[in-house]
């Protein structure tokens, strides 16, 4: 099981694509994507058992293309999306926007 890159087409292993998630947009309910190859910026939906990839349009997030990722799950926490494959997790934290000096906990 291998993900692709849209930019470059390159091959990940689930792991090495996962590690490289960032920045959980919970209120869009997307997480950023940094290729490690060729250093493309993308955006993407987790959800069960699939990837799915898109643009934004009015709004909403449109997808346009699933990358299928049998046993994929996902879970929503307060600041953070925990995306677990077979006995593995990632976490992708929420980027935090600071308000003054005061910490966010
Ligand atoms: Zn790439």
Redesign the pocket.
């Known amino acids: 099981m291998l993900i692709p890159?849209f930019?470059?087409e390159?091959r990940f292993h689930p792991d090495e694509y996962f590690r490289a998630c960032h920045d959980y947009h919970r209120g869009k309910d997307l997480v950023a994507w940094t290729?490690p190859?060729?250093?493309?910026q993308d955006e993407l939906r987790v959800l069960p058992g699939e990837l799915g990839f898109g643009y934004p349009r009015c709004g909403r997030f449109d997808i346009c293309d699933r990358v299928r990722v049998p046993g994929l799950r996902r879970q929503r926490q307060d600041l953070r999306l925990d995306i677990s494959l077979d006995k593995e997790i990632w976490r992708v934290s929420t980027r935090r926007r600071l308000v003054g000096a005061r910490r966010p906990y």
């Not at 190859?37 to 493309?40: A, I, P, T, V």
């Open positions: 890159c930019a470059c390159s290729c190859r060729c250093g493309n």
